[in-house]
């Protein structure tokens, strides 16, 4: 089956199995999402849900942003997305996708958006190695070094690891485990960690890459 759902990461904290064994969680408030649009083949082209998530002022909205959320008779939602799901054909406008969408023990992929670093040097960025600390090696320890090809193509290629931006990457982590799903309070508890800071939006739906059990 597809599900999918919006959450939006509140940190990580730490469970006990049944064993009695230390389980890190990352704790991802999990809906509920309201449904404001149906897409259809016969109007779009295609399936889906559009689906609105996290309580927003009005006041911060555009004229466009706030007559979709009117015409849907909904409060106005901080991030808007389009989800494809088992079941949406019997879905209508102003249902709630909520976290009991998911069991426990349920394998899924969560995308986020990585933490943002700035302007990243090399070797923190792409793991690269220094210059040796020796004296005559001049002040350049740190440095990229040597980053053209040959003298034959003089130049640097694209696709060249060097110093730059990093972070801020939209990211997937594949094949977690449902840890526990408390439906009162939309809270899913995932196994291990996901991309991104404190309060940002994360999308968790049904892996696509279960690994086969032998």
Known sequence: MKKAILGKK???TQVFDASGLIVPVTVIQAGPC???????VEKDGYEAIKVAFD?????????????????ADITAKRFVRELQIDGQENMNVGDE???DVFNEGEIVDVTGTSKGHGYTGSIVRWNYSRHRMTH???PVHRHLGSVGVNSHVSRVLKGKKMAGHWGCDTTTIQNLQVVKVDAERNVLLIKGAIPGAKGSLVTIKTAVKTPVKA
Not at 56 to 69: C, D, P, Q, V
């Open 55 to 71: 309580e927003k002022r009005e006041s911060l909205l555009t004229k466009a942003e706030l007559g979709e959320f009117k015409k």
């Open 10 to 12: 509140l940190g990580m």
């Open 97 to 99: 996708v909520k976290a």
């Open 34 to 40: 309201a449904v404001i649009q149906k897409k259809t």
């Open 136 to 138: 005559g090696n001049g």
